[in-house]
């Protein structure tokens, strides 16, 4: 397999013979080599690949070679999107080996027949603006062969409308619906089955991981190996589908699948009408007691139980399991509507046991807890030791497994990532059970970081724990993106800290500036592209998956270290965890997890070999703390300075003269 690759992806191979602008990277070679190994081998690889190596060709065409069926698991849509729509066509073209690819989302994703033919008589909307994709819709169903809503150009993510037009798994009829083998969603899956290769992402992946071990089905077809891009991304992502969760969304959900079967079905029953209303009072009583008085944000759901609404809370449980139980019994009695009643029935049996399970507590493997986001409240239950359910669930069932990643080492070490996802450190009845073996790769990078980045820590300012801390923030900001012309992002950990600064400091600046929340991202992020000298003042969402190359962005400034919260729950759950059992979690978990948030952020800036720029993290912990090496070792090695001159000697040097 290693002869066939250098005939593909060597300095003189078949890549290289057939594309004018291809350029041969030994990284690139090298990872496809470790792949195929770890194929061959029947084992794990973890494989941190720098931005620029070429990953995707790097992991693709040893699968392709493999002669097994791969499951690549991509941390995003839009990079599943581009692999089957740009990478897998590119290498359909160019390699000798034929093969078969399959594209394959969540269901929600699709549009349902059933839905679309019971909403298009009388849609709804939430404005004008969006009454204006109607038309784009009913044209594109009449010509879609695959009925996936990113074939709509420009949709937006959180259109309203689409939740009447597609399913959830649990609202889907299945093998009784009408549409079924016409189905977009069977037919996708019946591609799947006859792939070689088949483009999930991780949302998906782990719902069916999870699906096969409650025992109720599948989603993907039988596979021999999986690679996971971005695979940074398992831990959150997987973590929500082996907890429990129970919503107003969900709830309310139901109600409408429920109210919409009735009419499709023509059933007018008054005893029904009446359950529906007396759900949907109990569902809205419910959460509106348990939101009363919150702010967006995560709670621990004793505080919430125990608090000043303990009484009303307790009333209004009773009234929403009893609601839940008494409708579910109204649907059995419901002779019209056949096999359809038991799904409904299911799903609201399943509904009350989750939530009953929530609020009782009883399992101490979970951490409990409430969200509050978007007008939504989501109970939930999530699993603390997520690494243990890897290990059973993921590593000891599946024997050729790759992780890959651009971020996969902190402090120049995998250890932190195999401890996650169970391949080192999990205990056992009997002690700590045996590593599981691996391959561990890490990539030269392919940039010129020493040249082209360049790293500045004022080592002056306050920390961010002193009240001066945020005046030194806005000051220092303000010179750098003087200095820079613009060209910036500036991302913070907080949306305190970054209001704060954008009203100091966006007046004055004589460039356009943008902030997260004033418009969609996608809006942002083009108006950012298209205006060269402007900035941008973000959070979170903005610290990954944003690509951005080019003289737009050349300067990126981090608020402070991206620690998380500590009286998150589920952080604050799993700290613990570590502490029980003697660890130190600071250093075994906080540490390292904001140092992968650290590395992402900084992965903002380059993004080609010809982008060149300055990184600013304003927290001077990294120069008087004893764990700020641990960060600087996680970071790819630039020149790191600790005075504003030093940076500006850098730019004039470096940016002014390149551009000159």
């Known amino acids: 397999m290693t002869q066939k690759l250098e005939e593909i992806l060597g300095e003189h191979g078949l890549l290289s013979k057939t594309l004018t602008r291809y350029e041969y990277r030994p990284q690139q070679l090298e990872m496809a080599t470790a792949v195929a190994r770890a194929f061959e081998r029947r084992r794990a690889a973890i494989i941190e690949a720098a931005t620029g190596t070429g990953k995707t060709l790097a992991y693709l065409i040893p699968s392709i070679g493999s002669g097994k069926r791969v499951v690549v698991s991509t941390g995003t849509k839009a990079l599943q999107e581009q692999l089957y729509q740009k990478d897998i066509p ?19 994703n699709y549009l349902c027949m059933l839905r679309y033919n019971q909403t298009k008589t009388s849609p709804t909307f939430r404005s004008r603006e969006d009454a204006k994709w109607w038309p784009k819709i009913v044209s594109w169903t009449k010509y879609t062969k695959t009925g996936d809503r990113a074939e709509i150009k420009g949709l937006p993510d959180d259109f309203p409308t689409w939740q009447d037009l597609s399913v959830s798994s649990e609202g889907c009829l299945g093998q009784s619906c009408p549409h079924y083998d016409a189905c977009f969603v069977t037919i996708a899956r019946r591609e799947a089955a006859d792939a070689d290769v088949i483009v999930v992402n991780h949302h998906l992946f782990f719902a069916d991981l999870a699906l096969r ?68 009072k109990a ?62 029935t299911g799903r609201c049996a399943e509904q009350r046991s989750n939530l009953a399970a929530i609020l009782d507590q009883s399992d101490d493997r979970y951490v409990y807890f409430v969200e509050v986001r978007d007008n939504g409240c989501y109970l939930q239950a999530s699993p603390i030791d997520l ?19 651009a971020t996969l080492t ?70 750098l993106l003087n200095l820079s012309q613009g060209r910036a992002f500036v991302l913070f950990t907080s949306y305190a800290n970054m209001n704060a600064v954008y009203e100091k400091i966006a007046p004055g600046l004589p460039f356009k500036t ?14 950012f592209r298209n205006d060269k000298d402007s900035v941008l003042f973000a959070t979170s969402s903005f610290w990954e998956g944003v690509d951005v190359e080019g003289e737009s962005l050349s300067l990126v400034i981090i608020d402070k270290l991206p620690f998380g919260n500590p009286s998150d729950p589920l952080n604050s759950a799993r700290q613990k965890f570590i502490e029980d059992r003697g660890g130190f979690p600071f250093m075994e978990f906080t540490v390292p997890a904001a140092a992968l948030t650290l590395k992402q952020g900084f992965g903002r800036l380059i993004r ?4 060149k720029g300055v990184v600013a993290i304003l927290d001077s912990r990294i120069c008087s703390k004893r764990y700020g090496s641990y960060f600087l070792k996680t970071l790819p090695p630039a020149r790191v300075v600790y005075n504003a001159s030093q940076v500006k000697s850098w730019w004039e040097e470096t940016m002014i003269e390149s551009e000159g």
């Open 213 to 280: 071990d409650s025992g109720f089905g599948e989603i993907l077809p039988e596979y021999d190996a999986v690679v996971f891009d971005e695979a940074h991304q398992i831990e959150s992502v997987a973590t929500s589908y082996f907890g429990m969760q129970s919503s107003n969304w969900q709830l309310r959900e139901l109600v409408r699948d429920i109210e919409k079967t009735l009419d499709a079905e023509d059933v007018n029953s008054v005893d029904l009408t009446e359950s529906i209303n007396v759900l949907d």
């Open 608 to 611: 080609s070999s010809t982008d």
């Open 90 to 108: 590119f290498l359909s073209e160019h390699l000798p080996k034929k093969f078969k690819a399959a594209l394959l989302k969540g269901r929600r």
């Open 387 to 405: 690494a243990h359910l890897l290990r059973k669930k993921l590593l000891e069932t599946h024997d050729r497994v790759v992780f890959t990643s």
């Open 410 to 479: 902190t402090g120049e070490s995998f250890d932190y990532f195999q401890r996650r996802i169970g391949m080192r450190g999990v205990p056992g009845k009997g002690g700590i059970l045996p590593d599981i073996p691996c391959d561990e790769v890490q990539l030269p990078p392919v940039f010129d970081y020493q040249q082209n980045a360049l790293v500045y820590i004022p080592r002056r300012l306050p920390e961010p724990h002193e009240p001066s801390w945020l005046a030194g923030v806005i000051t220092i900001t303000d010179y």
């Open 283 to 344: 569902i809205a009583a419910f959460f509106s007691t348990f939101m009363f008085g919150l702010y967006d944000g995560r709670y621990n759901l004793d505080e919430i139980l125990d608090g000043p609404q303990k009484a009303m809370i307790e009333a209004v449980k009773g009234q929403l399991l009893d609601a839940l139980e008494q409708f579910g019994a109204q649907l059995r009695r419901t002779a019209k509507l056949g096999e359809i009643a038991a799904k409904l």
């Open 514 to 527: 943008l902030k997260q929340g004033d418009a969609p991202k996608s809006e942002i992020l083009e108006e």
